[in-house]
């Protein structure tokens, strides 16, 4: 069975630009769970998304927005981008949303200029 | 407010000697606590949870809810052991919104 995969592996945008990055689920997850990891703030939840719906939700401001699509890919959007926004993004998926099914993504890297 | 800390950064210890990395918990309800691991160019990936109370790779984690602390502890470390070590606890049972502590990147030296 293939493993959660996210694209691009790596990014370099500037600031103010908008970028969108892409998670494929394991086949048979119906749930995906973003995280930001920094060297500052360690790993951080951001969203999770369940049958297309946001069921969950991280302390992040409204420039990062997400969405599922009916097949359970899901793409996390990050508008007007900051220099903090620079970090390593993981998706992690599972079946229904536990974390003991839960797999994680090799991660895109995404610095800002 | 939920919160996993993880006093240690860094932990160094001698292969064969007893490994105990600390991790220690804020929460006011009952939660979830695991363990992940990171080992060099892998993926994270889930080590154990408290309420499977397994051993995996002769690792074992021990919930303490008096202490609020769920260490991770080995008899016996191997140089494999290396890597970054992340604690984690999940408030609402079958959430996936984990809250990580700050990891510590164990070295077992030979």
């Known amino acids: 069975k293939a493993g959660v995969t996210q694209t691009p592996r790596y990014l370099i945008k500037t600031r103010g630009q908008q970028v969108t990055l892409s998670c494929s689920p394991i086949s048979g997850h119906r749930s995906v769970s973003w995280y930001q990891q920094t060297p500052g703030q360690g790993l951080q939840f951001l969203f999770e998304?369940?049958?297309?719906?946001?069921?969950n939700k991280g302390n992040f401001p409204g420039r990062f927005s997400g969405r599922q699509f009916s097949n359970s890919r899901s793409e996390m959007n990050v508008s007007t981008l900051e220099l903090g926004d620079s970090a390593l993004y993981l998706c992690?998926?599972?079946?229904?949303?536990?974390?003991?099914?839960?797999?994680f993504g090799p991660g895109t890297r995404l610095l800002v200029l | 407010a939920q919160r996993v800390t993880q006093p240690e950064k860094l932990l160094s210890v001698f292969k064969g000697a007893p490994v105990e990395l600390k991790c220690n918990y804020s929460?006011?309800?009952?939660?979830?606590l695991f363990w992940y691991v990171q080992y060099s160019r892998q993926r994270l990936q889930l080590l154990l949870r408290?309420?499977s109370r397994e051993s995996i790779k002769g690792f074992t984690a021990d919930l303490n809810k008096g202490e609020t602390s769920f260490h991770l502890k080995k008899p016996f470390a191997q140089e494999e052991d290396s890597a970054m070590y992340y604690c984690?606890?999940?408030?609402?049972?079958?959430?996936?919104?984990?809250?990580f502590g700050q990891g510590t990147r164990l070295t077992i030296n030979p």
């Open positions: 408290h309420i």
């Open positions: 992690a998926s599972s079946l229904e949303g536990g974390p003991e099914t839960q797999y």
């Open positions: 998304y369940f049958s297309e719906t946001q069921r």
């Open positions: 929460y006011s309800g009952s939660p979830e």
């Open positions: 984690a606890l999940s408030g609402v049972q079958g959430a996936q919104k984990l809250v």
